[in-house]
């Protein structure tokens, strides 16, 4: 059973840090290319990050450049998005995506875990 689950999240005061974990099961972890996309309120998702397979290439939204970095351990099936100088527009849920490197066509989503900024 393939599962994504999120943790992390929580309540954070303008210009604090939080750090998502995101744990995974039931596939190949170190074949997945694996993202980061949150959903603010009334707002679509949006893509924030994402990884290579082997860590080696990184990308980031242009509004948490320099902010957020993601990371990953293949050995712990888990990825990881490290969010400092918090803004209240970074409130949102975030959710951690899994893709299949080679073919594209597995896709996985996790539940989301709650991040609030307050101003």
């Known amino acids: 059973q393939v599962q994504l689950v999120e943790s992390g999240g929580g309540l954070v005061q303008y210009g604090g840090s939080l750090r998502l974990s995101c744990a995974a099961s039931?596939?190949?972890?170190?074949?997945?290319?694996m993202s980061w996309h949150r959903q603010a309120p009334g707002k679509e998702r949006e893509w924030v990050a994402s990884?290579?397979?082997?860590?080696?290439?990184?990308n980031y939204a242009d509004s948490v450049k320099g902010r957020f970095t993601i990371f990953r351990d293949n050995a712990k099936n888990t990825v990881y998005l490290q969010m400092n100088s918090l803004k209240p527009e970074d409130t949102a849920v975030y959710y951690c995506?899994?893709?299949?490197?080679?073919?594209?066509?597995?896709?996985?989503w996790g539940q989301g875990t709650q991040v609030t900024v307050s101003s």
């Open positions: 995506k899994a893709v299949e490197s080679r073919s594209l066509a597995k896709v996985y």
């Open positions: 990884i290579t397979t082997a860590a080696d290439v990184t």
């Open positions: 039931g596939f190949t972890f170190g074949s997945y290319v």
